[in-house]
């Protein structure tokens, strides 16, 4: 069987993904066959094509990009019990640009009935990654202040909307009036616009000078060591993304005064065994039916489209969720 792919055979900007077509053979032992119906895009992709630190591993070219996607089981390999012909199911595991694909049976995850593909492909990587991030690394409790950079973004949205299910005053930045409606729509307090306001002043603010529990940083470099004012003694930054570059080498005496905590995570740590990964997944859909997350696709691109759909999340000109469909 031939299958569409998108790949990379050197690293650089949109104009390096390739698109081709290889052969799938039946799945193996303990593999499952899996014909997608969307496949997610997120930041992690685009770290990857450009050959930036990321959580991705290092690979020899040509390499398929891509880690999340969700469809229909098409065939069941020796040895896999729980998983049938048909089933609705996401993946998380790497190489998801392509249309159809065999994986190892434990990185599949059954979903829910509510729960349509489309919706998994383009939301399953931020929605486990809030999961570790809200529950695990920093366990939010009711009462905490807590705040969200790119609150308008794919993960934003979905941090602040938990963030305030369990208790939390969430203050988010944005980098417009128009983001900030998105922000605020989507389980934001206050939401201070970055480009206008200085963010440390207005948290502090915002917290009568007390700061905030935890800071939930995806940018990085623009936002990172001027977040380490905003924190109450003993908070915690987490620094899981750098959309603005790496955060570079920074004095550790900026942590001493009031015993300061900082994390770089990544999510593949937090789902590194069939275990775990069951685990969050059923963690976050419990959040979903609660009605604590309001899970959407913002954004679709036709497969073909995936060199646009990269300029666009590259140019932090989006909002919400995107997904490729094949």
């Known amino acids: 069987m031939l299958t569409d792919i998108v790949c990379i055979n050197e690293h650089g900007g949109p104009e390096v993904l390739a698109f081709c077509q290889?052969?799938?053979?039946?799945?193996?032992?303990?593999?499952?066959?899996?014909?997608?119906?969307?496949?997610?895009?997120?930041?992690?992709?685009?770290?990857?094509?450009?050959g930036a630190h990321g959580p991705h591993a290092p690979a020899p070219f040509p390499v398929t990009l891509g880690s999340v996607g969700a469809g229909k089981v098409?065939?069941?390999?020796?040895?896999?019990e729980g998983i049938s012909v048909g089933q609705r199911v996401a993946c998380m595991h790497p190489g998801a640009y392509q249309v159809t694909r065999n994986v190892p049976a434990?990185?599949?995850?059954?979903?829910?009935?509510?729960?349509p593909e489309d919706v998994a492909g383009a939301t399953l990587l931020r929605g486990l990654t809030a999961e570790y991030l809200l529950r695990r690394l920093y366990a939010v409790q009711p009462g905490d202040i807590v705040l969200v950079h790119a609150a308008a973004g794919g993960m934003g949205v979905l941090l602040s909307q938990w963030a305030r299910a369990l208790g939390a005053t969430v203050i988010g930045t944005v980098?417009?009036?128009?983001?900030?409606?998105?922000?605020?729509?989507?389980?934001?307090?206050?939401?201070?616009?970055?480009?206008?306001?200085d963010f440390?002043?207005?948290?502090?603010?915002?917290?009568?000078?007390a700061g905030v529990a935890v800071v939930y940083d995806a940018v990085g470099k623009d936002v990172f060591v001027p977040s380490l004012q905003c924190l109450r003694p003993c908070g915690m930054a987490i620094n899981y993304g750098t959309a603005s570059g790496d955060v570079e080498a920074f004095d550790l005496q900026l942590l001493h005064a009031r015993s300061l905590l900082v994390s770089r995570p990544t999510l593949r740590t937090y789902i590194a065994t069939p275990q775990a990964l069951a685990g969050a997944a059923a963690t976050l859909f419990k959040a979903v039916e609660?009605?604590?997350?309001?899970?959407?696709?913002?954004?679709?691109?036709?497969?073909?489209a995936v060199r646009d759909a990269h300029r666009d999340l590259e140019g932090r000109a989006t909002t919400g969720s995107a997904v490729l469909v094949p």
């Not at 599949?108 to 009935?113: A, C, K, Q």
């Not at 980098?175 to 306001?197: F, M, P, Q, W």
């Not at 609660?290 to 073909?304: E, I």
């Open 22 to 50: 290889i052969g799938v053979a039946p799945p193996g032992p303990g593999e499952v066959q899996l014909r997608q119906s969307a496949i997610g895009v997120n930041f992690a992709d685009i770290y990857q094509r450009k």
């Open 74 to 80: 098409t065939a069941v390999g020796a040895g896999v």
């Open 106 to 115: 434990g990185r599949i995850v059954p979903l829910p009935d509510a729960m």
């Open 175 to 197: 980098g417009s009036e128009a983001k900030r409606d998105v922000a605020l729509a989507h389980g934001c307090h206050h939401v201070v616009n970055y480009r206008e306001t």
């Open 200 to 209: 440390v002043a207005a948290v502090l603010a915002l917290t009568d000078g």
């Open 290 to 304: 609660a009605g604590h997350l309001r899970l959407s696709v913002d954004r679709r691109y036709p497969l073909s």
